[in-house]
Antibody, heavy 120, light 107 residues
Framework: QVQLQQSGPGLVKPSQTLSLTCAIS??????????WNWIRQSPSRGLEWLGR?????????DYALSVKSRITINPDTSKNQFSLQLNSVTPEDTAVYYC??????????WGQGTLVTVSS | DIQMTQSPSSLSASVGDRVTITCRAS??????LNWYQQKPGKAPNLLIH???SLQSGVPARFSGSGSGTDFTLTISSLQPEDFATYYC?????????FGQGTRLEIK
């Protein structure tokens, strides 16, 4: 059974960097068949896919255009986890952030969610 | 981006009712359509993948159909635990996109 455990601060100041981590158990971040995603949810934007990292003989990343200039998703093979960094945050980045794993194309596994508030 | 439009946005129904939620894609997504159920304070939970395949452990009263641009999620006989918000999701291409959700409420 795959489980995802999120960690990271729930409050970030405007213009600073939002950083979250998702620890994987029951699968490998280096799996050749899985992809590891970050998704956020807010009342104004609904469910919004932010990006993913995956390994297919080498590492790949895909990012949503809406955040492409500000986002980095990195795998950490030594800790079997992956991370989200979102730079230059504004109050519009306030949302519940989820990590999610997809073995085929659907999101089979989800983290517990982290409410991140951007406020001074 | 592929736009996913769900209807209705909200729905009132009673225990035992048959309910259908529709999802329309702005372009063909073949069968790359998935359905999730979300309850307050929880992450979405996968119900149906690949338009019509029931996820392991999901009750058989849930079913999905469709291909191309038009898809449906049907709950054959509503149970009390089914009152939640439902989302469709296209995994045909990036950027991955979701419908806006359908809130299913008790009548």
């Amino acid at each position: 059974q795959v489980q995802l455990q999120q960690s990271g601060p729930g409050l970030v100041k405007p213009s600073q960097t939002l950083s979250l981590t998702c620890a994987i158990s029951g699968d490998s971040v280096s799996s050749n068949s899985a992809a590891w995603n970050w998704i956020r949810q807010s009342p104004s934007r609904g469910l919004e896919w932010l990006g993913r990292t995956y390994y297919r003989s080498k590492w790949y990343n895909d990012y949503a255009l809406s955040v492409k200039s500000r986002i980095t998703i990195n795998p950490d093979t030594s800790k079997n986890q992956f991370s989200l960094q979102l730079n230059s945050v504004t109050p519009e980045d306030t949302a519940v952030y989820y990590c999610a794993g997809s073995v085929d194309t659907e999101f089979d596994y989800w983290g517990q969610g982290t409410l991140v508030t951007v406020s001074s | 981006d592929i736009q996913m439009t769900q209807s209705p946005s909200s729905l009132s129904a009673s225990v035992g009712d048959r309910v259908t939620i529709t999802c329309r894609a702005s372009q063909s997504i073949s069968g790359y359509l998935n359905w999730y159920q979300q309850k307050p304070g929880k992450a979405p939970n996968l119900l149906i993948h690949s338009a019509s395949s029931l996820q392991s452990g999901v009750p058989a009263r849930f079913s999905g159909s469709g291909s191309g641009t038009d898809f449906t999620l049907t709950i054959s006989s509503l149970q009390p635990e089914d009152f939640a918000t439902y989302y469709c999701h296209q995994s045909y291409t990036t950027p991955i996109t979701f419908g806006q959700g359908t809130r299913l409420e008790i009548k």
